[in-house]
Nanobody, 115 residues
Framework: QVQLVESGGGLVQPGGSLRLSCAAS????????MAWYRQPPGKQRELVAR???????NYVDSVKGRFTISRDNAKSTMYLQMNSLKPEDTAIYYC?????????WGQGTQVTVSS
């Protein structure tokens, strides 16, 4: 059984930074592709960034150059470094693990960008 626990969200001013973490239980983390999704208020959940088990990454255009996804397989933890945050980045951020066609999700962490 896999459990994903996000942390690091909060309230930040425009232009500020936050670092989200996703800690995974179980033994498959190092073999699984991971991703961050977000759900802005009143909108659908969207993919933010994805990192493969081998470390290749890709991003949605709106966060390219500002966000960096990374992983530490020894700690079974994934990260999302978010810089130059904008009000439109406000959302609940979810950690996702894709494993043989099954999706595991964390409970989400709120990120609010406001002055």
């Amino acid at each position: 059984q896999v459990q994903l626990v996000e942390s690091g969200g909060g309230l930040v001013q425009p232009g500020g930074s936050l670092r989200l973490s996703c800690a995974a239980s179980g033994s498959i983390f190092r073999l699984a592709d991971m991703a961050w999704y977000r759900q802005p208020p009143g909108k659908q959940r969207e993919l933010v960034a994805r990192i493969t088990y081998s470390g290749s990454s890709n991003y949605v255009d709106s966060v390219k150059g500002r966000f960096t996804i990374s992983r530490d397989n020894a700690k079974s933890t994934m990260y999302l470094q978010m810089n130059s945050l904008k009000p439109e980045d406000t959302a609940i951020y979810y950690c996702n693990m894709a494993w043989f066609g099954y999706d595991y999700w964390g409970q989400g962490t709120q990120v609010t960008v406001s002055s």
